[in-house]
């Protein structure tokens, strides 16, 4: 293998099937066209193939002439047809299918036994004598999916040449081939060398210079071999990253990739890709995680793929993977490694005790490889591998498992899949697209990449004016002359630049562009690569802004900030020097435990040791503590640790907020809810036993009053009872305020307890006249018990704050779309406007108010909780209006 077709044997990305109009099945599905005017063979033949493969989608015709009319109509992978058709026998058939669709394979599947000789001589596919029984269509299956795949395999492998041969030609960096040596000899190198060693390729490939020796840095050489040992020992491709010196001194950064070719068992060489990648190490550092996450994807060439992080949790799949093991959705959704595997265990897995063994020991063991072959119930095979994700610095982020289906595996589709992977990654991993202008013809041509780059059609041709006017308006006047310089002066160009896409979007692009000239030194092509930059751009801009934003965000924070080395100080803003009223200076330096008080100096110790340790439960991130000022005050402060990476080391971010005003305000607060539950309860229980005093004594009265009597009698035992219920109701209330629950909320009958409110205000104020506007609608609103002492308040509130001789009240209640309103209206000497929003307030409980004694106050706290608003309004003439908006429950 010496030419650069061959030489990095890999195969081309696989192709989608074509399938018939309507065909959803996938790109394994097989259409075929069945032409028979044997009804019932055609029948027998069709639903055979359906019932024993799901990948067929079998088509009938009765004859040759529809069966054409079939084949314009839509496409097939295959044809099968009878020999004897009244209209056209099968090889004038063939003959046809042949002139307009010369690809489609094509079996005669015929009862006559004397034209295979024919058949053969006109170009058949493949020839099949029909035989009585079933076990035919199982021939004809097996030889119909031979002949595609043979066709398939075809297309695929001549596309993936024509693409690799473009795609190496312009990719910028070197491929090569060389023997497994420390000096690594080259065998073969591409013409990009000289551009990525500054050595040209005479140099490389006769001796005068070796790559290993006189181009590796001499400091990577022993890791580079060692690394390259270890993958061809286990056949495996490679990855790796070093450094190298060009001839000028020059020293880069390079990324290679590459695999061992064996004989027999025996590497006989190496080949691979070497790209530079001095200009985006330093992204590449800044986003560990992702870099060293992408790498070890593309360390393998197996088809499914799983990525599980250090807590068991999946962090990624490809779809292959779920393909492969059937996994339902759902739970591949609920991202848990553990209950994937339970599910493989219990439905997929021949060897699950072999299985999980490997998988326990893998997790016991983070440092460790591995790779074996894994049996399932239905006979499949996969060969996994599994290794460590593992950062530049030694971190571990998880484990990779890869995955690849090898019961059916070929020499020709290893050859296939190799090819693929390196397609793919090598786009993946330059990101570009490519292009060419034939300077004869004015030819511009795009790949797809191109075109994704620049927002068009999968379709779109442009010309050479189209493809300068996608370039921003400032940057045209720099591509233009690159180009001219190109054309006219054969000069190569390397721009960073900016186009705008049909849509408006502005992409930042690198366009690099080299020529080629004819045996007379003209230039007949300009060709290159184009990229999108836009991401790199966009990151190294907002990596910028988020630095300037987090120091702005640090030095104007309410809390104190400082982090940690070694435990002691090494930056602090200036709230830490406010809060504890050291100097900056005074706290750079200055151990942790110097700024705690005493008595929580150990605690933090504690605390501290606990996440130094791995094999415990970390402690809480956040919790209350009480430090010292630098005068001695002390002061309660709510503080939070996390660990980070402060210039390159680890280190510990502690946050310090001062809440000692708030902490004595909670425990002054815990204290008045204390000394309200206690009131409550001695009220409730001295209001109870005196109430049931008064009940005792009245209910002796019965039979010692006249029949006048015995109706304020019983008014009298009513409200009794009613102060009773009210202190059951009282307590509740109570409770809720000082706890930190929900209030009970639920479907409350407006009119039931609206009525008996009104019943009972009459009664207690004889001298007000209390009139409704009834009727009080019939509907269910979001209430509870209390509700009664919301309208209880309001009409007091109106008759015992009026200054006229004969209170008037009116009430008038409302059903609406999604409340109801109520309306409290009297003819008092109203509210001034000033006082309006904080008659409702806390400070304007007095106990001067009958129901439950906390007035407007518990008026608003009530309607609040019930998700509902109350107002006052002016009365007209005179007075004031009340009303409450109540939400209907649902």
Not at 835 to 844: C, L
Request: net charge negative.
């Amino acid at each position: 293998m010496s030419s650069p077709d061959n030489c990095l044997s890999m195969v081309a990305p696989r192709r989608e099937n074509t399938t018939s109009p309507g065909n959803t099945s996938g790109k394994n599905t097989i259409s075929v066209l069945l032409v028979d005017d044997h009804v019932t063979v055609a029948e027998m033949a069709s639903q055979f193939l359906e019932a024993n493969d799901e990948r067929f989608d079998v088509a009938t015709e009765p004859s040759a002439s529809e069966g054409l009319e079939r084949l314009s109509q839509a496409e097939f992978d295959c044809v099968v047809s009878e020999y004897q058709m009244p209209d056209m026998d099968g090889l004038a058939f063939l003959q046809a299918v042949r002139d307009e669709y010369p690809e489609v394979p094509f079996i005669l599947f015929t009862g006559n036994s004397d034209i295979a000789g024919d058949a053969i001589s006109a170009g058949v596919t493949d020839y099949l004598q029909k035989k009585p029984g079933s076990d035919q269509f199982s021939v004809l299956a097996n030889r119909i999916e031979n002949a595609v795949h043979r066709t398939r395999a075809g297309h695929r492998l001549e596309e993936s040449q024509r693409r690799f041969r473009t795609l190496l030609d312009n990719v910028p960096g070197m491929a090569y081939r060389c023997r497994n040596e420390r000096g690594w000899p080259m065998l073969f190198v591409s013409d990009d060398c000289a551009d990525l060693t500054g050595y040209e390729r005479a140099a490389l490939l006769d001796g005068d210079r070796r790559y290993g020796r006189d181009v590796m840095h001499s400091d990577d050489r022993d890791r580079v071999w060692d690394t390259v040992q270890d993958a061809l020992e286990a056949q495996e491709p490679f990855r790796v990253e070093y450094r190298i010196r060009t001839a000028d001194g020059t020293e880069k950064r390079v990324w290679e990739q590459g695999q061992g070719v064996f004989e027999d068992g025996e590497v006989v060489a190496i080949e691979g890709f070497v790209t530079d990648i001095t200009e985006r190490s330093e992204s590449q550092e800044r986003l560990e995680y992702q870099s060293s996450l992408l790498e070890a994807q593309m360390e393998t060439t197996i088809d499914g793929l799983l990525v599980v992080n250090e807590d068991r949790t999946v962090a990624a799949y490809n779809d292959k993977f779920v393909d492969m093991w059937e996994i339902p959705e759902e739970l591949i959704e609920t991202e848990s490694d553990e209950a994937l595997l339970d599910w493989i265990v219990e439905h997929k897995l021949a060897e699950p005790e072999a299985f999980m063994e490997l998988v326990d020991d893998l997790y016991e063991r983070p440092e460790e490889t591995s790779r074996d072959e894994v049996r399932l119930r239905d006979g499949r095979v996969f060969d996994r591998y599994s290794a460590p994700v593992i950062g530049d610095e030694g971190t571990h982020y998880g484990r990779l498992w890869v995955f690849r289906d090898i019961t059916e595996r070929k020499e020709r589709e290893r050859e296939l899949e190799q090819q693929e992977f390196l397609f793919s990654r090598v786009q993946a991993i330059a990101d570009i697209g490519i292009w060419e202008y034939d300077t004869r013809t004015n030819d511009l041509t795009w790949s797809d990449g191109v075109r994704r780059i620049h927002g068009v059609a999968d379709d779109y041709e442009p010309a050479l004016a189209d493809g300068l006017d996608f370039y921003h308006p400032d940057d045209r006047d720099e591509i233009a002359a690159a180009v001219t310089r190109a054309i006219e002066e054969g000069e190569q160009y390397d721009l960073e630049l900016r186009i705008v896409r049909p849509d408006g979007t502005v992409r930042d692009v690198r366009t690099q562009g080299e020529v080629s000239t004819d045996e007379n030194g003209e230039t007949e092509l300009v060709r290159g690569v184009f990229q999108d930059i836009t991401d790199r751009k966009r990151r190294e801009e907002e990596l910028e802004e988020e630095r300037e934003k987090y120091a702005t965000l640090v030095e104007q924070s309410h809390d104190g900030i400082a982090i940690f080395q070694n435990r002691k100080s090494v930056f602090v803003n200036s709230r830490l020097s406010d809060i504890t009223g050291y100097e900056t200076d005074e706290l750079r330096g200055m151990p942790v435990t110097e700024l705690i008080a005493p008595e929580d100096r150990q605690l933090v110790r504690e605390r501290y040791e606990r996440r130094l340790d791995p094999t415990v439960d970390p402690p809480p991130s956040r919790y209350t503590l009480t430090f010292e000022t630098k005068d001695g005050r002390k002061r309660v402060a709510e503080a939070s640790f996390a660990d980070i990476q402060y210039e390159g080391a680890p280190a510990d971010l502690v946050s310090i907020r001062d809440v000692t005003e708030r902490q004595q305000y909670e425990d002054e607060l815990e204290r008045l809810n204390e000394e309200l539950e206690v009131l409550n309860r001695v009220v409730r229980h001295d209001i109870r036993n005196d109430m049931a005093v008064m009940l005792g004594w009245g209910e002796l009265l019965e039979d010692h009053i006249d029949d006048a009597g015995k109706e304020h009698l019983e008014n009298i035992l009513t409200s009794g009872e009613h102060i009773v219920e009210l202190t059951e109701i009282a307590r509740d209330y109570v409770e809720t305020l000082t706890s930190d629950g929900e209030v009970d909320v639920k479907p409350t009958r407006l009119e039931q307890v609206l009525t008996n409110e009104i019943a009972l205000r009459r009664d207690a104020h004889p001298d007000a006249e209390i009139s409704v506007d009834e009727p009080i609608p019939n509907v269910t609103v979001r209430a509870n018990e209390m509700l009664s002492s919301v309208f209880r308040n309001l009409l007091n509130n109106a008759v015992q704050h009026n200054d006229k001789d004969t209170p008037i009240v009116e009430i008038t209640a409302e059903e609406r779309e999604d409340d109801v309103y109520v309306a409290v209206a009297d003819n008092g000497p109203g509210v001034p406007e000033t006082q309006r929003e904080r008659i409702f307030g806390k400070d304007e409980m007095g106990l001067e108010s009958s129901g439950t004694g906390i007035g407007l106050y518990l008026v608003q706290t009530l309607v609040d909780q019930y998700g509902g608003t109350v107002q006052v309004e002016d009365n007209e003439p005179e007075g004031a209006v009340f009303s409450v908006t109540l939400p209907k429950a649902d």
